[in-house]
């Protein structure tokens, strides 16, 4: 039996040792699933809501263990486990209080010779395949609608939080979701490639656009919904009529080094207008030199470590390729010594297109901040790349960000704020971002099929 190691990446150290799925466990959890989607798909709405309600609760009971175990286990600093429990048990909310009125039958033709009407069946069994960055927040994004419309869930989380997702079965299980509706594939991508082999009736995948691309040309021939939520490389631009510098620049590094840098839609490269540029780089370095990096169990940390030694060298040939085209470091630049894969915060300047660090994603606390001369240019750079997650204005003129915003090949544009996900909008990746929408009204009918009734009689 093989078995996963959960290291703190914070200290090296060994938590716990898990058992890897083989592909004899995957099969019977595969017909276990299959023998039990009927009965809970079967059950009324009302039932299945209740339950999930219940899970709802037990997250916040559970709060401190499981905030806890996830930055034991991938280094973001408690209080930022917290908040991501919070925020998942308020996207749980959102589907609880909409899902009745999106997955109701509905009458299109009541009366008349043929009435019509629109039911919403279940997909069936679903695979989850998901990312470690935010377990808690992109998993609910699946699983509990999912649940939720009928579907049995194969549920495997990410290598690098198999902790978390012990928990989430635990509780989903405590809260009434039976065994056979909600299993667990745990393991590396061997294991994901083995929900790839079994017939299953859709694909809902978070994670790299190399893993979403491979998966959804794997699926493909089976014909069923696959979903992806990828990757991004997110630009903020701050445009010359920002009045409070110290501010915007304030958040714009909350969006780099929020979740140590590991956020689908963290900032990951800014554009600054030429008038306002040297005061902007000026405050935004200040405030990076102030961020406290450590241990992340302790209250002042605001930096933890990346969660694994990979992305800790992959940053540094980043920052280094940057420099061999000319770029300055001002500051940052280096691993932390000793345990853990910590990385200073790093701002580079003096960056253009030619480099890594303003093309592809970085996923750490590291940013590039360019000069531009104005907001054609800015939107130029802005829509050089390979993706489409989010784009960010920062200006007091609506109308000129809105111009700006209309131009953007993104699922998402903000004004004024960054880094952000709503329960009630859609949250979707264009280009090499991703594929379908989870959240909103959108990812409820995402787990469902509609089935049109033509009644005579
Ligand atoms: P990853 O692609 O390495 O792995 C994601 C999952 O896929 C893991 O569970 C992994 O075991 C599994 N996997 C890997 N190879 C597989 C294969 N051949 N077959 C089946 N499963 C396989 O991604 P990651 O490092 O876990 O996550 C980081 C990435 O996720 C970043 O690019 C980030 O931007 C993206 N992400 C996107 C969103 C979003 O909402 N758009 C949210 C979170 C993370």
């Known amino acids: 039996m093989t ?113 019509e009407k629109i039911t919403y069946e279940p997909l069936g069994i679903i695979a989850n395949i998901s990312a470690w960055n935010y377990p808690y927040l992109v ?19 990410s290598e690098y939080t198999l902790l978390t997702g012990l928990h989430i079965q635990r509780l989903l299980y405590l809260a009434g979701v039976p065994e056979d509706a909600f299993q667990l ?22 994670g790299s656009y190399k893993t979403g691309k491979y998966i959804a040309t794997r699926v493909a021939p089976k014909l069923v919904p696959c979903q992806l939520e990828l990757g991004g490389k997110d630009p903020l631009y701050v445009m010359d009529d920002v009045t409070d510098i110290d501010q915007v620049a304030a958040a714009a590094l909350e969006g780099v080094v929020y979740n140590n840098g590991q956020s689908c839609c963290a900032v990951e490269r800014i554009y600054v207008q030429e008038k306002l540029y040297d005061q902007f780089v000026k405050s935004f370095v200040a405030q990076t030199k102030k961020m406290v990096v450590g241990n992340p ?41 000793g345990k853990g894969y910590f990385l200073e915060p790093t701002v580079l300047t003096n960056v253009n297109h030619t480099m890594n660090i303003m093309r592809e994603e970085s996923f750490g606390p590291v940013i590039g901040i360019e000069k531009v001369g104005s907001d054609e240019e800015a939107a130029k750079l802005m829509l050089d790349t390979e993706y489409g997650l989010t784009a960010a204005v920062y200006s007091t003129d609506f109308d000129r960000a809105e111009k700006l915003m209309k131009l953007m090949d993104t699922g998402t544009v903000y004004w004024n704020c960054c880094d952000r996900v709503s329960a009630g909008l859609p949250w979707s990746g264009r280009k090499h971002s991703g594929l379908g929408a989870t959240l909103s009204y959108a990812g409820i009918r995402a787990f469902v099929q509609p089935k049109a009734w033509h009644l005579r009689g």
Not at 194 to 203: H, K, N, R, T
């Open 297 to 337: 169990l302790e209250p002042a940390t605001e930096i933890g470590p990346l969660s694994r030694k990979g992305q800790q060298d992959f940053l540094l040939m980043q920052i280094e390729d940057a420099v061999s085209r000319g770029a300055t470091i001002l500051t940052g630049g280096n691993a932390v010594p």
């Open 139 to 157: 998993g609910v994004n699946v699983f509990i609608p999912a649940l939720i419309g009928g579907n049995a869930v194969f549920y495997k989380p």
């Open 3 to 115: 078995k996963i190691p959960v290291i703190n990446p914070a200290t090296e150290e060994l938590i716990q040792e898990i058992a890897a799925d083989s592909p004899q466990t995957i099969n019977s959890k595969f017909h276990l699933l299959q023998r039990g989607q009927p009965a809970w798909g079967a059950r009324p709405l009302s039932e299945r809501l209740g339950i999930i309600a219940r899970f709802y609760d037990l997250l916040e009971s559970d709060k401190e263990l499981l905030a806890k175990s996830l930055t034991e286990e991938m280094g973001k600093p408690l209080q930022q486990a917290r908040n991501e429990i919070n925020g998942a048990r308020n996207r749980i909310r959102f589907f609880l209080d909409n899902s009745e009125k999106w997955l109701a039958p509905e009458w299109i033709s009541p009366e008349g010779g043929t009435k």
């Open 185 to 206: 594939a745990l393991g590396h991508s061997a294991v994901g490639e083995l929900l790839l082999d079994l017939p299953l009736d859709g694909y809902f995948f978070t």
